[in-house]
């Protein structure tokens, strides 16, 4: 199962680096990365999504990360009520004839082209994990050239 786990950490150098290497000396993959500074510039926000098969393994994984020096909170996202979002591009190919039924699908899943030359565009959406995977869905029928998306983010 898929956790999502938020960590406040002094914002110095190396301490990503000690973060990713305690997932990564115990075996965990990191399934999803995001990393900000927050209104407060010492410190800097990360949300990370892990696979855990049960709790224990996740409450071995909290107590890990509270134990590093420049770590200020951890917070588990996994049973309380929370907002998360992800941010894709996806840059598809679309000709004059199918540009109805692209806006139309765009509209319905709040997604925006932000770029486009010739019969290329850029498109841009926001939203959690299902809504992202519709929208996907819907955008395989133009041809998806290419994909970028950001970790999850998330806030309670």
């Known amino acids: 199962m898929r956790h999502t786990i938020s960590v406040s950490v002094e914002n110095k150098f190396g301490v990503l680096a ?3 290497g305690l997932f990564s000396a115990r075996g965990y993959n ?7 500074e927050t209104l407060e510039p010492s410190i800097s926000y990360m949300t990370i999504v892990v696979e855990a098969e ?3 393994i996740l409450e071995q994984i909290k107590k890990q990360l509270n134990k590093l020096v420049d770590v200020i909170t951890v917070t588990d996202f996994t049973k309380k009520e929370h907002v998360d979002r992800e941010l894709i591009l996806a840059k598809i190919s679309y000709s004059a004839k199918d ?9 319905k ?7 486009h030359k010739g019969d290329t565009a850029i498109i841009e959406a926001v939203g959690n994990q299902e ?3 519709q929208l996907l869905v819907g955008l395989s029928q133009f041809g998806i050239k290419e994909l970028v998306k950001t970790g999850r983010i998330a806030m309670a």
């Open 131 to 133: 809504q992202i995977k």
């Open 30 to 36: 990191i399934a999803s990365l995001a990393v900000s």
């Open 99 to 107: 540009k109805v039924k692209l806006e139309a699908m765009l509209e």
């Open 54 to 56: 049960d709790e224990k």
């Open 18 to 20: 000690r973060i990713a």
């Open 109 to 115: 899943h709040m997604a925006k082209i932000v770029s």
